[in-house]
Nanobody, 124 residues
Framework: QVQLVESGGGLVQAGGSLRLSCEAS????????MAWFRQAPGKEREFVAA????????AYADSVKGRFTISRDNAKKTVYLQMDSLKREDTAGYFC?????????????????RGQGTQVTVSS
């Protein structure tokens, strides 16, 4: 099993920044694809960003492209999501997820390992 624990969420004003972290433990592998998803109240879960095992490939949702940056430190078994220029519509619960292959990376159903999430609230 792989355990994922997120941290770094909180309350921030619009235009501000936050950095989320997701630490993996258990039978994890540096080759795993890691991703961030989010879900706002009353809305569907939404893909945010993904990164390949080596970090050489990344993908972003159009809604966050240019504002969010995903990265990873395999020595620390941690993936990060740097969120800049935050907007009220970024308010959601954010969770990280892991899978073994770089296929259908925007579909949460393909990720067998998911964390509990951390709340991000952006105020005006």
């Amino acid at each position: 099993q792989v355990q994922l624990v997120e941290s770094g969420g909180g309350l921030v004003q619009a235009g501000g920044s936050l950095r989320l972290s997701c630490e993996a433990s258990g039978r994890t592998s540096s080759s795993y694809v890691m991703a961030w998803f989010r879900q706002a109240p009353g809305k569907e879960r939404e893909f945010v960003a993904a990164i390949s095992g080596s970090g050489g490939a990344t993908a972003y949702a159009d809604s966050v492209k240019g504002r969010f940056t995903i990265s990873r430190d395999n020595a620390k078994k941690t993936v990060y999501l740097q969120m800049d220029s935050l907007k009220r519509e970024d308010t959601a619960g954010y969770f990280c997820a892991a899978r073994t292959t770089w296929t259908m990376i925007t579909q949460v159903v393909g990720y067998p390992y998911r964390g509990q999430g951390t709340q991000v609230t952006v105020s005006s």
